[in-house]
Nanobody
Framework: QVQLVESGGGLVQAGGSLRLSCAASERTLTRYTLGWFRQAPGKEREFVACISRSGGSTNYADSVKGRFTISRDNAKTTVYLHMNNLKPEDTAVYYC?????????????????WGQGTQVTVSS
């Protein structure tokens, strides 16, 4: 069982930046592809970004390409989401997730473990 705890959310003005962190309980985090998803009020959960077990491969949703960067520190068992040039449409609860034994995938069904989420609100 992998426990994931997100932090770093908050209120920011449009054009601002935030860094989300997700700390994992699993010492062997290198077994897992890690991803970030988000869910806005009244909308379905959507993929944001994911990173391979080694950190050498990443994948992003078109809506965040060039603005968000996912990274991981396997020694610290932490995954990060650096968010720049934030827009009001980025407002959502952001979740990190872990998928065992798969290539980086945007498909939520492949992710076995999920955090509780952290709220990001971008004001215009």
């Amino acid at each position: 069982q992998v426990q994931l705890v997100e932090s770093g959310g908050g209120l920011v003005q449009a054009g601002g930046s935030l860094r989300l962190s997700c700390a994992a309980s699993e010492r062997t985090l290198t077994r897992y592809t890690l991803g970030w998803f988000r869910q806005a009020p009244g909308k379905e959960r959507e993929f944001v970004a994911c990173i391979s077990r080694s950190g050498g491969s990443t994948n992003y949703a078109d809506s965040v390409k060039g603005r968000f960067t996912i990274s991981r520190d396997n020694a610290k068992t932490t995954v990060y989401l650096h968010m720049n040039n934030l827009k009001p449409e980025d407002t959502a609860v952001y979740y990190c997730a872990a998928a065992g034994g798969v290539f980086p995938t945007p498909l939520a069904d492949y992710y076995d473990y999920w955090g509780q989420g952290t709220q990001v609100t971008v004001s215009s």
